[in-house]
Structure formats: C-alpha cells, structure tokens
C-alpha cells in the first residue's frame, strides 16, 4: 500500500492514514462475498433463483446482440484481454468493474501465482505479466468459446474511481496533488494544496472527465460487446454467483 505513497510526505497525509483504516478494510478485501456483507445489495430483477444460470447468460447475451444488431456497431474497441488456453477462457478487462479478482484468477491458472489471492493488489495493478493486446484472429470464438465480460452501473464505476485514487493514499502525491493544485482556493491552508487527500468527489469530477479514462469511460469504448462477442456477461449484483458459476465451467472452482 505504501510504495505508492512517499514516505516524506507531510505529517498530516500520514496522519489521516488512520482514520481510513476501516474503510481500507472493506475496500480492499480479496473476497466478493465478503464486500456484499459490507455494502447493501444493489437491486437486479435477476438475483435469487435464477442468478448465474445458464439461461441467465444466454438473456444477457440476447440483449447486446439486439442493440448489436440495431445499430449495427457500437462506437469503440477492444483494448486489453486475459486469456487461458487450456480452457478456452478470455476476459475483456474493463477497469473499476471487478477486474482486481479476475486479474488475480488468470495469474493463478496461468502459473503466474501460488494461489488465486496470493498477489498482492499493487502486483495485481502495477507488475501484469499476463495481459495481452486483443486480436480478432488470435482471440476468435473458435478457440476461446468462453468470453467474459463485467459490466457495472456508470455512476458507481466513477465512485469506485474516486475511493481508489483519491480516498485511499497511492495517487494522493500524484492525481490528488495535481487536482488539489487546480481546485484550491486563495484561503485554503498550504496542507491543502499540497496534500491530495482533500480532494472532494465534485473536484475529482470537474478535473478528470475532460479526456479519455479508462477507469470511467464507457464499458463499449474498452471492450466493445460487439466486437469481442462475450458469452458470459457478468453483473457486481451478481458478482459472486457469475464468479463462481464461469469459474466451474473453467474448472477452477476450488479457487474460491
């Protein structure tokens, strides 16, 4: 956590460590089950019974294939997949919408990790060694039949963007700084202006969304459904149940 962090850094970033500690916790847990006991479920017309099977990816799927096949293509592309041979796997990663635990289940079936939580999130974010670039020829239905999407609420990716750049310290004495500089007014104290953890979420908003971000664009415009084809749409309601459910297709369901 702290290697993003200056250790120089003045006393009052440091001391404000503390008081986050708690929600730390929650944030960053390596477990999906554990976050839906901390945060009140989302409501979706498909958790309970039905969550997770089959016919419940095959009624996710329906759906962007008839606005595929609306407008004939969505704006956007392909960046960045996580692929597994063997099993004929392939992960369109969208950022800010569990890609931490599926970054971590392809380091592990791809040897690249003892156990599925043994990477530690900095390793997972900053020292990727599995990713690859997508390509339609290399990354076809053919060898990978099974291909997975998540898709999360717009408003809560940007949330989420703004807990794990702003709340917690790693990009307080890069992005927070950079805004803090940008949004300060004449009255405010010089902690204010050099310490990012003052970033309120409105200046978080004002400052980051006039260029292209990964962490908050549109899902289409990082993996574009229609172009990547997924089979498997997974949502964060059902985060867990879709998890598990794709992990025992892949044979990996003793991961969890």
Not at 8 to 31: I, K
Not at 81 to 104: D, E, I, L, Q, S
């Amino acid at each position: 956590m702290m290697r993003m962090f200056h250790l120089g850094s003045r006393r009052g970033c440091l001391l404000s460590l503390t008081s986050t500690a708690a929600v730390v916790l929650v944030l960053w847990t390596t477990d999906p089950e554990q976050v839906s006991l901390s945060l009140p479920p989302s409501p979706d017309p498909e958790q309970g019974p039905r969550a997770s099977t089959p016919a419940v990816f095959s009624s996710r799927r329906r759906r962007y294939e008839r606005v595929c096949g609306r407008v004939g293509n969505l704006p956007g592309h392909v960046q960045s997949v996580f692929a597994h041979r063997p099993t004929g796997v392939v992960y369109c990663h969208v950022p800010k919408a569990g890609c931490t635990f599926w970054k971590r289940v392809f380091n592990f079936v791809n040897n690249k990790s003892s156990s599925i939580f043994s990477t530690s999130r900095y390793q997972v974010h900053f020292n990727n060694t599995v990713s690859e670039p997508y390509n339609p020829s290399t990354h076809r239905l053919e060898r990978y039949p099974t291909r997975i999407l998540v898709a999360r609420d717009p408003l809560d990716r940007v949330l989420s963007s703004y807990l794990d750049k702003l709340y917690l310290p790693d990009f307080w004495h890069s992005l927070g700084m950079r805004i803090s500089r940008q949004a300060r007014r004449r009255e405010d104290s010089a902690e204010q202006v050099t310490c990012g953890k003052y970033v309120t979420f409105s200046e978080f908003v004002s400052a980051s969304f006039g260029e292209p971000e990964v962490h908050w664009d549109p899902v289409h415009s990082v993996c574009n459904p229609c172009r990547f084809r997924p089979t498997h749409v997974s949502l964060m309601p059902t985060f867990s149940s879709d998890a598990k459910a794709i992990l025992s297709d892949m044979g990996h369901k003793h991961v969890l």
